[in-house]
């Protein structure tokens, strides 16, 4: 079984930073996609970055230019550096490990990280 442990969300001023840390842990697929996405009240979730294994990013146009996602294949973690942050950046942050072995799809998440950000 596969776990995800999140860490570094918070409470941060308008214009301020957080990083976001993900840790897999147990039987993890070496080739995979690990992303964050957030959900803010009321609202469904959406992805924010995700990055392959081999170091393809993609994010959504809200946070791009300010959020930059990485990983370390080594440790199997992933991290969200979150710049210049806006209260409607406000959400419970949640990471996610995805992979298809054998065809067969194998979809992770972490327990959710909240970031609140104030005006």
């Known amino acids: 079984q596969v776990q995800l442990v999140e860490s570094g969300g918070g409470l941060v001023q308008a214009g301020g930073s957080l990083r976001l840390s993900c840790a897999a842990s147990?039987?993890?697929?070496?080739?995979?996609?690990m992303g964050w996405y957030r959900q803010a009240p009321g609202k469904q979730r959406e992805l924010v970055a995700r990055?392959?294994?081999?170091?393809?990013?993609n994010y959504a146009d809200a946070v791009k230019g300010r959020f930059t996602i990485s990983r370390d294949n080594a440790k199997n973690t992933v991290y969200l550096q979150m710049n210049s942050l806006k209260p409607e950046d406000t959400a419970v942050y949640y990471c996610?490990?995805?992979?298809?072995?054998?065809?067969?799809?194998?979809?992770?998440w972490g327990q959710g990280s909240q970031v609140t950000v104030s005006s």
């Open positions: 990055i392959t294994s081999g170091g393809i990013t």
């Open positions: 147990g039987n993890v697929f070496s080739i995979n996609n």
């Open positions: 996610n490990l995805y992979y298809r072995k054998y065809s067969i799809p194998y979809d992770y």
